[in-house]
């Protein structure tokens, strides 16, 4: 039972509280990997697919990925293929997985069984991956595989009532997705800055562009 309990996002915990009969007060804390500012760039036409057969989760990424890196760099992006025109600017995401900890799900469950009364701690890592392949107006090719995480911590406590980040009891609930949000648009603007400076290093060489080949989405281990 503990192994399927061990990804601990606050979508879980609601989810536990509900089935448990319990209640989840808590908050988040979420620790990302150092992310430089934003600066302008120049990468064509920018488009993306999400590696997901699910229609919700497409949607959710989109509406992350437009807007963000319009805001950043002032980049307009778009679902799809790219049409060939150079320069472009192509990348799948392949959205995210969680890892955490029994011994995390042990306290989560103890202070459920309490109605939070009891404090109760959990924490699970957040993966996500990028691939990428992008030509610049001189025809040099770029491909690569990006992979990033971040962690969230979540702490259950009924006096974090004043202001919580989670509430739910088998009446109803609540969640804020704020902080989760913001570190997956930190993630991606650190993957579109890593992958514009490896093209920009494969432009520097002056080298002709190698054939690029065709991305796709990594197989699922359940399939």
């Known amino acids: 039972m503990f192994s399927k309990l061990c990804n601990l996002s606050a979508s879980t915990v609601m989810f536990l509280a509900l089935g448990l009969q319990g209640c989840a007060i808590g908050i988040t804390s979420v620790d990302t990997p150092e992310v430089p500012s934003p600066r302008p760039l120049s990468l064509g036409d920018v488009t993306f ?19 963000a890196l319009l805001r950043d760099f002032g980049i307009q992006t778009r679902s799809g293929k790219p049409l060939g025109n150079k320069p472009f600017f192509y990348f799948l995401v392949t959205p995210e997985h969680f890892s955490g900890s029994s011994l995390g799900s042990f306290s989560v469950l103890l202070s459920l069984f309490t109605f939070s009364a009891i404090p109760g701690y959990g924490a699970h890592d957040t993966h996500f991956s990028f691939q990428f392949s992008a030509m610049d107006a001189n025809g040099i090719t770029a491909t690569g595989d990006f992979s990033y995480q971040y962690r969230s911590r979540v702490f259950l406590w009924a006096p974090l009532i004043v202001y919580p980040d989670f509430v739910q009891s088998i009446n109803g609930g609540y969640e804020n997705r704020d902080k989760d949000n913001r570190a997956t648009e930190l993630l991606l603007r650190k993957f579109v800055m890593d992958a514009a400076e490896q093209l920009d290093k494969a432009s520097a060489q002056e080298n002709i562009g190698l054939p690029l080949p065709p991305l796709d989405c990594p197989v699922s281990p359940t399939k």
Do not use: A
Request: proline share 11%; with cysteine.
């Open 49 to 67: 697919d999400i590696c997901d057969p699910n229609s919700n989760v497409r949607k959710g990424w989109t509406q992350r990925i437009e807007p």
